[in-house]
């Protein structure tokens, strides 16, 4: 990998594209991360202004935080198994499902937090 063996600032420097770069290809090639950002640019000043203090307006935003940082993970998997073949394989659908129920989970979660808050 290029910049493994940076170090300080420019390994901070290298990492931070790196990451930009992870959002890029997530943002271009997958239509749930594009639908859970959309929830995301709405959820998250709806949860700033909806909480009464610092703790709910920290979950309801910290939940859809989870969404996203799961939906990152799973496209992550989903990639390394396509990456590996195409090929129809048992493992391989186990780990796909595996992480779309990570996903579902993390919605269910965050719908969970936001009933529970908005209804106190």
Not at 4 to 10: C, D, K, P, S
Request: with cysteine.
């Amino acid at each position: 990998m290029a910049g493994q063996n940076l170090r300080g600032i420019a390994r901070m420097y290298a990492a931070f594209f790196n990451s930009m770069a992870g959002f890029k290809a997530t943002w271009q090639h997958e239509e749930a991360f594009r639908q859970e950002c959309l929830l995301f640019l709405v959820g998250v000043p709806l949860g700033l202004w909806l909480g009464q203090d610092g703790i709910e307006r920290s979950l309801l935003v910290g939940v859809l935080f989870i969404v996203i940082i799961v939906e990152l993970l799973n496209t992550a998997v989903e990639v390394t198994v396509d990456r590996i073949s195409f090929d129809r394989h048992e493992l391989s659908a186990r780990a796909k499902d595996i992480g779309s129920a990570a996903v579902l989970t993390s919605l269910t979660l965050a719908s969970v937090v936001w009933l529970l808050i908005l209804l106190d």
